[in-house]
Each structure stands twice: as structure tokens, then as C-alpha cells.
């Protein structure tokens, strides 16, 4: 199987036979369930998604048009499930009730990581958490898996140019979080 | 748009290498020559470098296993045997808003899950006025995948409709069948009331879609100012109109989008709060910043209450040094009328 | 750590007599937490005066008062129950916290801290209404963040950052040990402090003034609307004062308020940029108001309305955020604002209207004019003099065009009515995202040149009900440039269009009027 492309498999899939799913599976499912957790925040959460998505490729596989990238598809299938899952409303990410998870430990209550990793491990986060969730499934598709505007649009439902900006602002709102800098609007070039 | 504020939303194509090479070239050239942008350029690369902090995680074992009982198939023996596989019996077939047209006998391709239509005579031509959807009937899907045999189509062709995209799924015939998939365009008239579920959801889509919403038309227009009346409003517009208030390119649409649901009645537009704190804190456009502060003024004015978090939005703003005046102005006048 | 929470039940000691309507009850109880010398104390109280003052005393001490306000014997009983007292974190960091069950109009719960805290502590706060709150001798820091209600903090040694929205703040401490930060949005700010205190002043104010009765060892200078500058000796810690809608004052000790002067009329240093904004008028009214005004009317506002209805001469007007509405100008209008609307109604003179947010609506310039907006629509209804219009984003609509028209948006429609009686004028319209249309009458005569460039050839189209256009295509860069191009009418002045991902449309039916609210 492994020696087969994507498009080989789901053929092999499409005529009803599922061996390929486990193949299939160890490709794509890192990919699936990172930008999953990271876009929800939420592990469980991402499990499920992660087991749903595959499963929905093989009941679907017939959706699968042949020329299209197999990682766009899991993509569009992966933001579709999160996107209907944030929808809910009791699975809105909500703030603790409780202040006090906010303070510092000691630093012996840490684990075994670099201090300096794990604290920029959290900021970036944190970051990601004040983005919207347009612009977090944009900057998470973009910067993490590596996905080109064009497939971010197919995944995301809109233009090219929407994805443009939810990146552009996303990384705007990143800039000023992670690096205390903001970029006005005013350049040096404003007529006053 | 300054030659700056481009270069500014260009640095994200930069950073993924994303931007052709003259491009490319005179974008580097431009940073190297401006102080701003030079600056700019710097703090997104470290943006995008600490962005690498968040580590892989590893998907736990049990995912794989419960997929692979779902869907039936045992976990594999690891093996260095590749097995010979066949070529597959059945074909695919393209994407949705497509139609295949099989010709010479009754051939599936498909779904095979999918009703087969049965010969009807049917043309593929303009369809003009539709009649109501009477109780009892399926309604139609906007764009829906059909699946037709041949004998099913008219061999007539009327009005030039537009064909495009077309693709071969099948033409080699050596077993007596072919399969074209394509697109094609036909002229839709929808009549309903402006609160039908299948009306509001058209309407959403038409303002919301930028390749629609973005070819300012006075229909559009039109459409905005039904909507913004009180007897019509509805969320799922006021939805379509944050969703282009949050991602449309062009600031003209996203004037219109603020400017109607300024106009919308605040129980109707209180989902869209987070569009407007979030158009308010980094549209890059003065007028939408400033019609967002005014409809969150009238949402206020007509007695929301904002979270905590959105009033320390509106507080940063207020004392943004390098904000509008008047926009400043506008917001703190919102938070002096606010009730705790 | 290990997070402890724990809930405190309120205990009732004194029963105060329930009211006829509305029904209310008061509730007192006593409450003591252990901190560590130098520890933090963090107090979050939604709604209730808040009073923290150091003392000799090893661990918190506070005295609550909870004040339970109903419509009804039953909703007074849910609103007792429906508040708590969550008490968290350990001696290093103690955070405590009054929490209300649920928002209702049928009961409201407000609580008033009465707190001794070691005077080596720092202390946090956090309100969101309350009449008052009052800080007084803490040598740690001290943080406080509101949304209504005065903020009065007294002798602070460590470093102090008051955040208020609505609310007024006060600050007096001789000698501040660490770096001030008081900051309100609709409020006033006061700081007090030793009249040989050695610090660095930022104050900043948009409406408001900035006064002092320090001048005398005060030194520094206006960076636009901010003034920083030292006060007596350099390398003390920084207080910075801001708010924008109210005044800051910096006040020595002792000194009365009567006596200070407002800094913008000591003789500080001036950077160039800043001369503009010293030329306006800082204590002017929110909104002016005038009539009639006979001859050159000359105003300039940081921060205000200016809302004249006839202007029997020259206007010169600015205004740094505010609606501008003039009725009528007999003579040349000069209309420049940094955000805000501008109405404008007949100007029989040359128009120089502009904004930097917001829409410009303008019923007639005779003399033509430059009317531009960094964001905005703009709506002129009739010009006969050659005018020239600029937006940032939004419709540029000319309704009646007498004269040549010069019109450019980066996105927005550009839409011009030719006069019918107009032979031929010269029109430059542009528009970088969005649809050009062109009203003219059926005898209209000019050298069209008209171009769309579009990603989509079959959905952006030039149309024009007069003959006398040939189109030419060809595909540049992966979009179409359409260009049409003759003669209609026999030819007369240029009339160039360019829109982008749009349409161009030249029409011979009457534009429909545009409606005007009164003003």
C-alpha cells in the first residue's frame, strides 16, 4: 500500500474495498489531528474529529474527485465538523470561572521542559485563542500545514481574497500579541 | 491603498514564499528601502518563527483503532508484502454543481447511493418564473449534483447556455460507454417572502459570497435595505453581513455591510457583536472602524450589555493613541451611555 | 500549586427592617485572610464602594456590608442566596472575590469592603460600578481597574495603574516610589505630590485641558496631542495622565486648583509638528453653534461640532473630531476635519471640504471645489465649477454635474449625473473595485475612453445606450482589460472611466434623487 498514491488508494476505496483505510489513515491523521486540536482546543474533541473525518472519507469516498489534492478534501471535511461543532453552544470554548488558574505555579510543579519553551508554548496559545475562528483556521492551515491560499479557500468556502485578509489580520492580532509591536495604519507617507 | 499598507498584507504571501518571483523581488527591494516596512517585516518574521513553539502532539493509539472498527477493517500485521491490487471496476465522478451526461445505455456512475432520474424529456434550459415549492414536493438544491443518462437529455440545446469545466471522466469507449462531467450555467428567478428559510438562506449566501457581494449591483443594494427594515430583519442576514464585515477585501463592501447592520435592529445583529469589536479593533479602514463604533452604539443605545472583554476593547480604543479622533470620540461617548 | 477554592457563606448579623417597595436587606460580616509580607491582595467586586488602607496588621482584615435590593420578599431571598464570596490562591497571593449568581431586574446585590491590609502588601482591585474606591498607605503596588465610579489612591510607595472608563481619579502621594499610571476615558485625572518632588510628566487629553500649578520647575514639550516633559530634577519614576474627554491636572501639595495654568499657554518648547495643534482652540465648546455670521467666519476645535447655519462671507473651519454642518456659505469654504462627518449645504464659493473618517454630503458648490475623505461616501447633489472628489473606500455620487468632474475611490462605486442641458464635459472617474455609472442626456457629446479590467470577462461588461463605442479585448496578467473607446455624439470633451472588477455603464435615463434627511 505504501508504494500506491493518494488517488490509487481511494480508487481502491471507491470500488469498495477498504483495505487502504489504515494507509490512508497513518498519512493524514497527524496532520488531521493537530489542526483539529489546535483549531478547538480541546483534545477530545479532536479525537473525534479526527475518527470522524476518516470515516467519513471511506463512507464518502465516492465525493472524492480524483484530480483534487486527498489532503484538501480531509481538510474540508475536518474544518466542516469544527466549524459545526464550535457552533453548538454549550462547546463555546468558555473562560474559566475561577481566577485563580490564571496565577503562577512554583516553578517545581512544572514539567520536565525548558522554562523559556514551555512559557513561549503558552503565549503562542494564548495568541492563537484571541484570534477569530476564520482567522484561526486561515493562519492554522497556512502556517502549520502549509496549504496554499487557493486550497485554504476551498476548505475555508470562500475567496482567495477573504483568506488574504483573515491571514493578514490574524497575523496582525499574532504581532502585536507575541512580539508587543502593532503596525499602525499610518505610514510615513500620510497626507496630514 | 498606500504602497506601504500593500506591502504590509503582502508579508504574509512572503513569509510562505507564496508571491511569484518579480514579485517577490520588489516586495524585498521595497522592505530594504523603507524604514516602516523594513520594521514590519522584522516583527512578522519573528511572529512567524515564534508561531513554530507549538509543538506536534501525537494522535493517540485509540483513534486509530476505534476509526478501523467503525469502518470494519482490521489493524494490519505489519508486513513487507505488497499485494497486487487490480484496476477498480467502477469509475469516479467530478465534484458537486456538476452534471454527467452518460452516453449509449443505462450506465451508473456516481454515487450508487443516489436515485437515478428517470427519462423525463427534460432540457437543460433557463428555468423562468418557478412556482412555489407546494407542500409534498423535495425542494431543490441551489447547486446539486445531477446524474443523468443520456436518453434523459434533450438532444436539443436552447438559449446558448454556459458550458464549462469540462472534464472526461470517461472517453476511452472500449466498453461502449463514456461519461462527461461539466458546469453549466442557467438563469434562476426565486420568488418567496423575505422570511422564508429558503429566501433568508438565498439572500445570506448572495451578500455573503464575495464574487456576488463585491460587484456592488443596485439589486444588492436593494436587498440590503429590505433587510434593514425591522419587519425583515433577520440573524442569518445579519450573520452573511459580519461574515463579509470580518473577510471581504475591499472596503467599499465592507462599508455597505457595516452601514446595514447599523440599521438592523440590535436583538437581530447581537450574534454579529463580534464582527463589529473586531472591525472596531483592526479594520484598517477609518470608516468601517467608525460605522462599527456606531452600531455598537445603537446596540448599547437600545440596551445590550457588552462582555467585559469587549469594553476593554472599546476602553484600549478610546485611549489608542494613533486611532481616528473622531472614532475615539464616537467610542467614548458608547461607554459613557453604557449601564454596567 | 494546589488551587483551593472555597465558598463563604455570608452571615447574617444585622437584619435591617425590609421597606415596603423595593424590598432591601443589609448583611455585615467579618472576614480575615492570612498574606505574606509582601504578598498580593486581589479583590474583584462587581458592584459596591471598596475602601483598602495599610495599617500595623499581620493578615487582611475586611468588613463587608452587602446591601440586597429586590422588588419582592422572594426575589430579596434569591438575591441573598445568589451572591457569594469566593476566597482563593494562598498567603503569597490571596484573590478574593464576590461573585453574583445571575443578572436579573428583579434583584441587584452590592458590596462594600471596609479592608486593613499590611502596609508591605500589593494590592489589586477590580470593579465594575461603585460610588468610590479608595487606596490609602500601601508601600507595595497598586492596580486598579473599573468601569464607573471615582478612583482615589493616597500614598503609594510602589508603583501605582488605575484603568477607568467612566470614572474620575484622584492620586496623591508625595513622592511617588515607582512609575504612575492613571488613565479614564471620560473622567477627569488629579495627581497630587510634593511640591520638590523629581519626576517625568506624560499627560495626554483629547478634549479636555492640561493644567498645572507646577510650572515653575516644569520643562518640556507638546508631541501632538501628548506633553512629556520632567518636573524638577531628571531620574525620578514617570507619571503619566491621560484621559480623553476630561482634564488632567497636575497639582503641587497645598497648592489650590484655582491656581493652575493650562500648560498650553506656558511658553514650553514647541516640536514643528505639534504647532498645529497648538494653534487650536483647546477649550472650546463640545459643540458650537451659531446663526447667521456676517463676514470671514474663522474656527479651529481639538475636539467638537461646529454646526453654523449661514456663513455671509469666507468660511475657514477644523475641527480634530466632529460633525462640521454649515447651511449655506456665501464666499469660499475651507472645511478640513481629522474624523467626523461634513454636511454642507449651498457654497457659492471654491470648496475645499475634507475628512479623515467619514461621509461628506455636500448640496451645492457653484464654484466647484476638492472634496475628499480618507473613508467615506461622498454625495454631491450640484456643482457647476470644476470639482474633484476622493474617497478611500465608499460610493462617490455626484447628482447633477455642471462642470468637469474628476472622481476617484479605491473601492466603491463612482456614479455621476451629467447636467441634461450640458453639451459636453470633461469626466475622469475611477474607481479600483466596484462600477462606474454615467448619467448624461441623449445629445451628450465626447471622446469616450472607458476600461474595465476584470477576472472575469463575462461577468464585468462596458454597456452604453448612445453608438459610437468599438471594444477591444486582450488578457493581461491573467485578467481582461476591456477598453472602449469613440466618439458619441459626434465627439466633444474626454471622458475617461476605469473601474476594476466592476462595471461601466453609460446611460442616457435620469439619475434618481438623491434624498436628504433635513437638517
Request: charged fraction near 20%.
Amino acid at each position: 500500500m505504501k508504494h500506491l498514491s493518494d488517488q490509487e488508494l481511494m480508487r481502491i476505496v471507491q470500488a469498495g474495498d477498504f483495505s487502504p483505510a489504515s494507509e490512508i489513515y497513518d498519512r493524514y491523521s497527524g496532520r488531521i489531528y493537530n489542526f483539529a486540536f489546535r483549531f478547538l482546543r480541546n483534545s477530545e474533541a479532536a479525537e473525534d474529529a479526527t475518527q470522524e473525518v476518516f470515516v467519513k472519507m471511506m463512507k464518502h469516498a465516492n465525493q472524492f474527485n480524483g484530480e483534487a489534492k486527498l489532503s484538501t478534501w480531509l481538510f474540508s471535511i475536518t474544518a466542516n465538523w469544527c466549524r459545526d461543532y464550535l457552533r453548538k453552544a454549550d462547546n463555546k470554548p468558555k473562560d474559566s470561572d475561577d481566577v485563580l488558574v490564571t496565577l503562577p505555579g512554583p516553578t517545581a510543579d512544572l514539567p520536565d521542559r525548558h522554562l523559556e519553551q514551555r512559557q513561549d508554548e503558552q503565549r503562542v496559545r494564548k495568541a492563537l485563542e484571541a484570534l477569530t475562528a476564520e482567522q484561526r483556521e486561515a493562519i492554522l492551515l497556512s502556517r502549520y500545514q502549509g496549504l496554499s491560499y487557493a486550497e485554504i479557500a476551498q476548505i475555508a468556502g470562500c475567496s482567495e481574497g477573504a483568506v488574504k485578509t483573515r491571514v493578514f489580520r490574524a497575523m496582525e492580532t499574532l504581532k502585536k500579541l507575541l512580539t508587543g509591536e502593532s503596525g499602525g495604519d499610518r505610514c510615513l507617507n500620510v497626507v496630514q | 491603498m498606500s504602497e506601504c499598507s500593500a506591502m504590509r498584507e503582502s508579508m504574509p504571501l512572503l513569509l510562505t514564499e507564496a508571491l511569484d518571483p518579480v514579485r517577490r523581488e520588489t516586495a524585498h527591494q521595497h522592505i530594504e528601502s523603507c524604514v516602516v516596512c523594513s520594521e514590519e517585516w522584522r516583527a512578522h518574521k519573528e511572529t512567524w518563527t515564534l508561531l513554530e513553539e507549538l509543538p506536534e502532539v501525537e494522535v493517540p493509539a485509540r483513534v486509530k483503532t476505534a476509526f478501523l472498527e467503525k469502518v470494519g477493517v482490521a489493524e494490519p500485521a505489519v508486513s513487507n508484502v505488497i499485494p497486487f491490487r487490480g484496476r477498480p471496476v467502477f469509475k469516479w465522478v467530478a465534484q458537486a454543481a456538476a452534471v454527467v451526461v452518460l452516453v449509449g445505455g443505462a450506465y451508473f456512475a456516481g454515487d450508487r447511493n443516489a436515485d437515478r432520474i428517470q427519462p423525463t424529456g427534460a432540457r437543460i434550459e433557463s428555468v423562468t418564473p418557478m412556482q412555489r415549492v407546494a407542500s409534498g414536493i423535495t425542494p431543490v438544491s441551489l447547486a446539486e449534483t445531477r446524474v443523468l443518462d443520456a436518453a434523459a437529455l434533450s438532444p436539443e440545446i436552447q438559449g446558448r447556455p454556459a458550458v464549462r469545466n469540462v472534464t472526461c471522466v470517461d472517453c476511452d469507449g472500449s466498453d461502449g460507454q463514456i461519461a462527461l462531467s461539466f458546469d453549466v450555467t442557467s438563469r434562476w428567478t426565486v420568488s418567496g417572502h423575505p422570511k422564508d428559510e429558503s429566501m433568508l438562506r438565498l439572500s445570506s449566501y448572495m451578500l455573503e459570497n464575495e464574487d456576488v457581494a463585491s460587484t456592488p449591483s443596485e439589486a444588492l443594494d436593494s436587498l440590503r435595505r429590505m433587510y434593514s427594515d425591522p419587519a425583515h430583519a433577520d440573524p442569518q442576514i445579519a450573520n452573511a453581513l459580519a461574515n463579509v464585515l470580518r473577510s471581504d477585501a475591499h472596503e467599499g463592501v465592507r462599508i455597505d455591510a457595516v452601514e446595514t447592520l447599523t440599521h438592523l435592529p440590535a436583538a437581530v445583529s447581537a450574534q454579529t457583536r463580534d464582527a463589529l469589536i473586531e472591525a472596531l479593533r483592526s479594520d484598517p479602514n477609518p470608516a468601517v472602524r467608525l460605522k462599527a463604533v456606531e452600531a455598537l452604539a445603537n446596540m448599547v443605545r437600545d440596551g445590550a450589555v457588552l462582555e467585559p472583554t469587549e469594553v476593554d476593547v472599546l476602553r484600549q480604543k478610546a485611549l489608542q493613541q494613533d486611532e481616528n479622533p473622531y472614532v475615539r470620540v464616537k467610542v467614548a461617548e458608547t461607554l459613557g451611555n453604557m449601564q454596567p | 500549586m494546589k488551587i483551593r477554592v472555597s465558598t463563604a457563606v455570608l452571615i447574617l448579623c444585622v437584619a435591617a427592617a425590609a421597606q415596603a417597595a423595593p424590598f432591601r436587606q443589609t448583611m455585615t460580616t467579618e472576614q480575615k485572610f492570612s498574606i505574606t509580607p509582601g504578598g498580593t491582595f486581589v479583590l474583584e467586586n462587581p458592584h459596591g464602594n471598596i475602601d483598602i488602607v495599610g495599617s500595623n496588621v499581620t493578615q487582611i482584615e475586611a468588613t463587608l456590608t452587602t446591601l440586597v435590593t429586590a422588588k419582592s420578599e422572594a426575589a430579596l431571598a434569591e438575591g441573598r442566596r445568589g451572591s457569594n464570596l469566593i476566597i482563593g490562591g494562598d498567603a503569597k497571593t490571596r484573590i478574593v472575590r464576590t461573585v453574583i449568581a445571575r443578572k436579573t431586574n428583579d434583584w441587584s446585590v452590592a458590596v462594600q469592603w471596609n479592608v486593613r491590609v499590611p502596609r508591605n502588601v500589593h494590592v489589586h482591585v477590580v470593579s465594575t460600578s461603585s460610588e468610590r474606591i479608595r487606596i490609602n498607605d500601601i508601600l507595595g503596588s497598586v492596580k486598579v481597574k473599573n468601569f464607573r465610579g471615582n478612583v482615589m489612591i493616597g500614598d503609594v510607595s510602589g508603583s501605582t495603574v488605575v484603568e477607568s472608563v467612566n470614572g474620575s481619579i484622584v492620586y496623591a502621594t508625595p513622592h511617588p516610589g515607582g512609575n504612575v499610571l492613571l488613565s479614564t476615558v471620560n473622567g477627569n485625572v488629579t495627581a497630587t505630590v510634593a511640591g520638590d518632588a523629581d519626576f517625568r510628566w506624560v499627560a495626554e487629553t483629547g478634549r479636555g485641558d492640561i493644567r498645572t500649578s507646577m510650572q515653575q520647575g516644569l520643562r518640556g514639550a507638546f508631541f501632538g496631542p501628548r506633553f512629556q516633559g520632567t518636573v524638577n530634577a531628571p531620574g525620578g519614576p514617570t507619571i503619566t495622565t491621560s484621559t480623553l474627554m476630561g482634564d488632567v491636572h497636575l497639582l503641587a501639595a497645598g497648592a489650590s486648583a484655582a491656581k493652575t495654568q493650562s500648560l498650553r499657554q506656558l511658553p514650553l518648547t514647541e516640536s514643528p509638528s505639534s504647532r498645529a495643534a497648538q494653534r487650536t482652540n483647546t477649550s472650546g465648546p463640545a459643540v458650537l453653534r451659531r446663526g447667521t455670521v456676517k463676514g470671514l467666519f474663522t474656527y479651529e476645535t481639538k475636539m467638537g461640532d461646529v454646526r453654523v447655519q449661514e456663513i455671509q462671507g469666507d468660511a475657514r473651519i477644523f475641527t480634530g473630531a466632529g460633525v462640521v454642518q454649515i447651511g449655506a456659505v456665501s464666499g469660499a469654504c475651507n472645511v478640513r476635519s481629522h474624523g467626523g462627518p461634513l454636511e454642507l449645504g449651498e457654497i457659492s464659493g471654491v470648496l475645499t471640504a475634507s475628512t479623515r473618517a467619514g461621509d461628506i454630503l455636500v448640496d451645492s458648490t457653484r464654484r466647484g471645489g476638492t472634496i475628499a475623505t480618507q473613508g467615506g461616501t461622498i454625495r454631491l447633489l450640484y456643482t457647476s465649477g470644476p470639482t474633484t472628489l476622493t474617497s478611500g473606500g465608499g460610493d462617490i455620487i455626484v447628482s447633477q454635474a455642471a462642470a468637469s468632474v474628476k472622481a476617484e475611490t479605491t473601492s466603491g462605486d463612482v456614479v455621476i449625473g451629467v447636467d441634461r442641458d450640458s453639451k459636453s464635459e470633461k469626466i475622469d472617474a475611477q474607481t479600483k473595485k466596484g462600477n462606474i455609472l454615467l448619467h448624461v442626456g441623449p445629445k451628450f457629446g465626447a471622446d469616450i475612453d472607458a476600461t474595465i479590467v476584470t477576472t472575469d470577462a463575462r461577468a464585468d461588461t462596458i454597456a452604453s445606450e448612445l453608438p459610437g463605442l468599438s471594444i477591444r479585448r486582450e488578457h493581461v496578467a491573467g485578467k481582461t482589460v476591456v477598453r472602449a473607446t469613440g466618439k458619441i455624439n459626434g465627439g466633444g470633451q474626454k471622458v475617461v472611466l476605469h473601474a476594476t472588477g466592476g462595471d461601466i455603464r453609460i446611460s442616457t435615463r435620469a439619475l434618481a434623487p438623491t434624498v436628504v434627511k433635513p437638517r
